[in-house]
């Protein structure tokens, strides 16, 4: 009998952990819940510092792809009306032209691509043109990287620029100078 | 002898859950560190454009947002293109210099997302980058959704 009662107090002094998992599950499920897991996406520039005293440096009239966008979204390319799927091909040609053509730019390092657009511009069309320049410079980039023996310009990122600590050679060659212009006075 | 067995193996027919809450809380501690509580309260709408040339942000805790598009009013209706930062609607555009710039000493590093919906116009997205040049916050990054042909 004594032996009995022993072996009952013993059991109660246990903290009982079978719920210990339900109460993690609960707590569980209200973070998985709550998490936001998607990642931001976008298009990524850097604005100019605001403009002081100093005029910016003058830009020779060839060194610069000049893109306009009208109010519905209507393209001025060169002072020519085109259409979005011709910048991609144009920025190529612009910024690979290495002085041989006079229209284009003298070197990849100084090209410029200007995109202006008007108050009443959609964001849409602003957008496309963006993506569409920067599409331009991805290809160039995963160009030069298959020359470098690498499989595109993210590999080459990879494996060389961030692997060796290397700087980034075909950043510096090809720089991706897109100006975003400063909107009219007069607006 | 056969008996002794028996009683062997009984005890092996249970799957040990001793360790199960530490599995359970091995997963909880991972969302939790992962999760960023109280999202904002969206008040405009922001139907964002597609594009192909996209970057990732990864590190969601150097991001400041700012959303720009037409004001949500009740019964599906929607008004003028307005601005908000937070929770708030900003009512003087002038006003983001100040509220950047206290964000950008806050964080060095920020990154400004703009969220902005596909059909706004040019002229209040340049107004706002006007701001944030003066603010000093440079780094932006025009949020988009993935093109699918």
Known sequence: MAGLLKKKKRRESEIPTASMADIAFLLLIFFLVTTTINVDTGIGMVLPPPLDEQEPPPVRERNMLKILVNEVGQLLMEDQPAAVDQV?????????????????SESPGQAIISI????????????????????????IWDNEARILGQ????????????????????????????????????? | ??????????????????????????????FMVTTVLRENDVRVRTQLPAAEALTKIDQKRLVSYIWIGPEKLPGLQLGNTRVQIDDALIEDLPGIRSIMYRKLTEQPKLIVSLKVDETSEMGIVQEVEQELRQAGTLRINYSTTRFVQ
Do not use: C
């Open chain 2, 1 to 30: 002898m056969s008996g002794h067995f028996k009683k062997k193996s009984k005890p092996k027919q249970d799957i040990p859950t001793a360790s199960l809450p530490d599995i359970i809380f091995m997963l909880l501690i991972f």
């Open chain 1, 151 to 187: 499989r595109d310009y993210a590999s080459y990122v990879a494996n060389v620029v961030e692997a060796q600590d290397a700087p980034n050679e075909i950043r510096e060659k090809y720089p991706a100078a897109i100006s975003i212009a400063e909107p009219d006075p007069q607006q």
């Open chain 1, 116 to 139: 202006k657009t008007s108050s009443q511009t959609p964001y849409r069309a602003y957008i496309d043109v963006l993506d569409e320049t920067w599409m331009a410079y991805r290809e």
């Open chain 1, 88 to 104: 991609r091909a144009e920025v190529k040609k612009h910024v690979t032209n290495n002085g041989v053509d006079p229209n284009y």
